[in-house]
């Protein structure tokens, strides 16, 4: 029983508890924008979370223009969500202070 993918009670229990993330349409994957005083703080984050997830074998799908990014998460090897998503995000919330 290797990594399993959330069920959809799971999935809103999750994301009540994240707050700040949602769903994406039409995708078992979720989302949230962070925003940055300007670029070296974005990608300072960015390069706390890529320690992260090289570590925990979790990658982040994300995009940023400056001062922002856009991060989706979702875990390819189960085509749905997983406690990896969740461990992800927990840990997005915690060093996205502002
Ligand atoms: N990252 N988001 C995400 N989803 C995966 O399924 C995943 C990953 N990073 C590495 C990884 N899987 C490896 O376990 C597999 O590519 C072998």
Known sequence: ??????????????????????LV???????????????NAAFGFMTRVALYADKADHHPEWFN????VEITLA????????????ALAKFINEIYVQ
């Open 1 to 22: 029983m290797g990594l399993q993918k959330l069920t959809s009670q799971e999935q809103t229990d999750a994301l009540a508890a994240l707050k700040d993330w949602s």
């Open 75 to 86: 875990t390819h090897d189960v085509q749905g969500l997983s406690i990896r998503d969740i």
């Open 65 to 68: 223009v400056y001062n922002r």
């Open 25 to 39: 349409d039409g995708r078992e994957a979720i989302k949230r924008t962070l925003v940055f005083k300007d670029f």
